[in-house]
């Protein structure tokens, strides 16, 4: 089973939200994947969405594969690296603003 790939890093989302996106299109089938993420309000969503449509072409056009067989065999979210800002706060102190960054990847494969 050869499976095509499709990779977004330094997606400007937490790896945690993105998951919760993931672990429900996971295993899909790539039409009905689409759709679900289409109508989901999450940011996330979005993002999977864009990089899902970039796989399946990846599959349809360097690989030859039907577009209304494939499916979502693998999808991974991995912690990218996070940028530090700070926010100044009262009697001249600071707090540390986190912004996580997250890596997108997702496999398709043909049934």
Known sequence: MTEVKAVHRFARTSAQKARLVADQV???PVDKAIDLLK???RKAATLISKVLVSAV???ENNNGM???KLFISRI???EGPSLKRVMPRAKGR???IVKRTSHISIYV???
Do not use: C, K, Q, V
């Open 26 to 28: 996971r295993g899909m």
């Open 39 to 41: 109508f989901s309000p």
């Open 57 to 59: 072409s990846n599959a």
């Open 66 to 68: 039907d577009s209304s």
């Open 76 to 78: 991974l979210i991995d």
């Open 94 to 96: 600071a707090d540390r």
């Open 109 to 111: 494969a043909e049934r």
